[in-house]
């Protein structure tokens, strides 16, 4: 039998605020560990968070470059979890009602140009950091990241191939530095993704069990992690294996994934709105003004160079990857 590889991606990117998403805490990088933090990020009770405008407008540009529906009112939900890192033990995310949905973006392969859905856009805040001694048995704790502002954007199951991921992946991180939106830093953990995959024999419409690799910070490891999922995925089935919904982690040192948990379902969070945070109203005209100072995209900034200047596609892209590389040509 023949199977294909169904792939949705959920991208964390941080956004390049001062301060952070409910706090005027700085989100600078780097600082003494736990220097960065007040009443509000170290979750006491009591505080009352109240939502950073910048990043709100960083989350809509992204809307509007996705293509998505901006909705008017949404919602803040609690996540709750056991979060060593997040001392209130529930993250402020969105949930039923997220900031953007139901948008679409490009990608380019080698297979040509293709278009990609994006379910939703919503914000959410960062958990801080856990640094494991490797002598004692110890840990520590960081709580500089801790309510730093984070958008997660989530893809419709609409990619075939590891390639294919790794080129959304490469778009949509291109469309966030070109907004300056965020820094792009992956080493730093600006930009993380979650890979979720999938097999069902080719032809059929259904989706199969699908499995999640978490929190990857390289185009290469994704695209690996992938691989190594269809090929464990793909024998597992041949041999008649029933594949079981988990979390799993990537290790780039084998080139192997292993299980992580069994995956938690969307009611284990026990979502429900914040009562500490309005419904959030987006004006129209917030929307229409960001509209209208959208810089031009790489991939609409590629086609123009193609047409305009006849160069080779490939010439354009490289041209193109960097906003001040394609600024500093068109100058020249
Ligand atoms: P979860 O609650 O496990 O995070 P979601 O339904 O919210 O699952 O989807 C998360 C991501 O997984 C999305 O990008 C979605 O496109 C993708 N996805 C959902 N179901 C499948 C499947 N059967 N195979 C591959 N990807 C999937
Ligand atoms: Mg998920
Ligand atoms: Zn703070």
Redesign the pocket.
């Known amino acids: 039998m023949e199977y294909e590889a ?5 991208i964390h990117a941080q956004l390049l605020t001062d301060s952070k998403a409910f706090c005027s805490c700085t989100t600078r990088f780097g600082a003494e560990p736990n220097s960065n933090t007040c009443p509000i990020c170290l979750g006491m009770p009591g505080v009352l968070p109240v939502l950073n405008r910048k990043a709100l407008e960083f989350t809509v540009r992204m809307a509007i470059a996705c293509n998505c529906t901006v909705n008017q009112v949404s919602r803040f939900a609690r996540k709750n979890y056991y979060y060593p890192d997040l001392p209130k033990n529930y993250q402020i995310s969105q949930y039923e009602m997220p900031v953007a949905e139901h948008g679409w973006v490009e990608i380019e392969t080698s297979q040509g140009v293709n278009r990609i859905g994006i ?1 939703r856009i919503h914000m959410e805040e960062d958990a801080g950091k856990l640094i494991h001694d490797e002598q004692k048995p110890l840990s520590y704790v960081d709580l500089n990241r801790t309510g730093v502002p984070l958008i997660e954007i ?4 609409e990619i075939r191939t590891p390639e294919e991921a790794a080129a959304y992946l490469r778009g949509l991180h291109s469309i966030l530095v070109y907004l300056q939106i965020c820094d792009g830093n992956m080493q730093e953990g600006s930009f993380r993704c979650d890979a ?3 097999m069902r024999p080719v032809g059929e419409k259904s ?2 069990v ?1 499995t ?1 690799v978490k929190n990857m910070n390289s185009f290469r490891n994704v695209q690996k992690a992938l691989q190594y999922e269809i090929d464990r995925q793909i024998e597992q089935l041949k041999e008649g294996v029933r594949i079981v919904q988990e979390t799993r982690l990537f290790d780039p040192v084998t080139g192997t994934t292993a299980p992580m948990r069994s ?1 938690e379902q ?1 009611h284990d969070y026990r979502y429900f709105p914040d009562p500490d945070l309005l419904p959030l109203k987006v004006e129209d005209g917030l929307v229409s003004a960001l509209r209208e100072t959208m810089p031009e995209l790489p991939i609409e900034k590629k086609k123009r160079f193609v047409e305009q200047f006849g160069i080779p596609s490939y010439d354009a892209g490289v041209l193109t990857a960097s906003r001040e590389l394609a600024e500093y040509f068109e100058e020249t």
């Open positions: 169904v792939i949705g991606l959920e379910t989530v893809s419709e199951p979720n995959v999938s989706l199969g699908k999640e995956k969307a």
